[in-house]
C-alpha cells in the first residue's frame, strides 16, 4: 500500500501473509484435476505436501479471521482501500479478491468460471496478471493508475499483449478474453475515466462489504 499506510492495512497484510499459503492450496485443489492422468503421481504428491502445510496455519488463519471481524469490521477495511494504491505489495491478495468476485459473477450468471483460463492466471507471479486498464504509461490521471476500480487480471499473454495500449485498443483485447467475467463490466464502457474508475471501485468494494459482512 502506501508509504504512510494505515494501522488497518497492516492488520490486513498480516492477516493475508498468514492466509496466504492456504489460498495457494486452495488454488491447487481447483486445478490439479485440469492435468493429464499419466501424472497423477505426482500430483499426488504435491497435493499431500499441499495440505500438509494447510494444519499448522488452520487455527491460526481462523483465529485471525475472528480477531479482524471483532477489531475491524468490513465497512472500516473497504474504506481504507478507497482512493489509494491497491497494487504495490498486495500483488497476491488483489489477484485472490478478484478471483473471489469472478466466482460471485459467474454464480449471478448461473455459470462456471473457465478454469482454463484461471489455470494460466495461477500458475505465475501475480504481477504478471494484474492489467491496469488505464495504462501505467499514461501521462494523465496519474493518481488512479493503481486503485482498485483501475485494475482487472488477464492470462499472462493477454496482459503483455495490452501493455500501453489505449483503452479502445485494449477493449478489443478484452473481447477476446470473455471467458473471464470480469472483462463484461469493462468492455461496456466506451471510456475510461476517473468517473468510471471509481464507479467500479465502489461496485467491487459494495460487493467486498456483502461477501464478507
Known amino acids: 500500500m502506501v508509504d504512510n499506510e494505515s494501522n488497518l492495512n497492516k492488520r490486513l497484510k498480516s492477516f493475508f501473509e498468514v492466509a496466504n499459503g ?14 493429464t492422468a499419466t501424472d497423477k503421481k ?29 477489531e475491524y469490521p468490513v465497512e ?11 497494487y504495490h505489495g498486495w500483488e497476491s491478495d488483489l489477484r485472490y479478491f ?24 495461477w500458475r505465475v ?12 504509461s499514461a501521462r494523465a490521471q496519474q493518481e488512479h ?7 482487472t487480471l488477464l492470462p499472462p499473454k493477454a496482459n503483455a499483449k495490452a501493455g500501453k495500449k489505449t483503452f479502445q485498443q485494449k477493449r478489443a483485447l ?9 472483462m ?11 468517473a468510471e474508475i471509481e464507479e467500479r471501485e465502489n461496485r467491487l468494494l459494495d460487493w467486498a462489504i456483502d461477501e464478507w459482512a
Open 125 to 136: 507471479s501475480a504481477s504478471h496478471t494484474i492489467e491496469h486498464i488505464h495504462p501505467q
Open 174 to 182: 478484452y473481447k477476446e478474453n470473455q471467458q473471464l467475467k470480469l
Open 184 to 194: 463484461d463490466e469493462i468492455i461496456d464502457k466506451r471510456r475510461w475515466t476517473k
Open 145 to 151: 493508475i493503481h486503485r482498485l476500480g483501475n485494475l
Open 22 to 35: 492456504f489460498i495457494r492450496c486452495q488454488a491447487f485443489v481447483v486445478l490439479t484435476h485440469l492435468t
Open 76 to 86: 472500516e477495511a473497504a474504506s481504507e482501500l478507497r482512493r489509494t494504491n491497491c
Open 98 to 121: 478478484l478471483y473471489r468476485y469472478e466466482e460471485y459473477l459467474s454464480r449471478k450468471q448461473g455459470s462456471a468460471i473457465s478454469e482454463e483460463i484461471w489455470q494460466q492466471i
Open 42 to 70: 505426482r500430483r499426488s504428491k504435491n497435493k499431500s505436501q499441499c495440505v500438509s502445510r494447510i494444519h499448522p496455519h488452520k487455527k491460526t488463519i481462523l483465529e485471525e479471521v475472528s480477531t479482524l471481524g471483532n
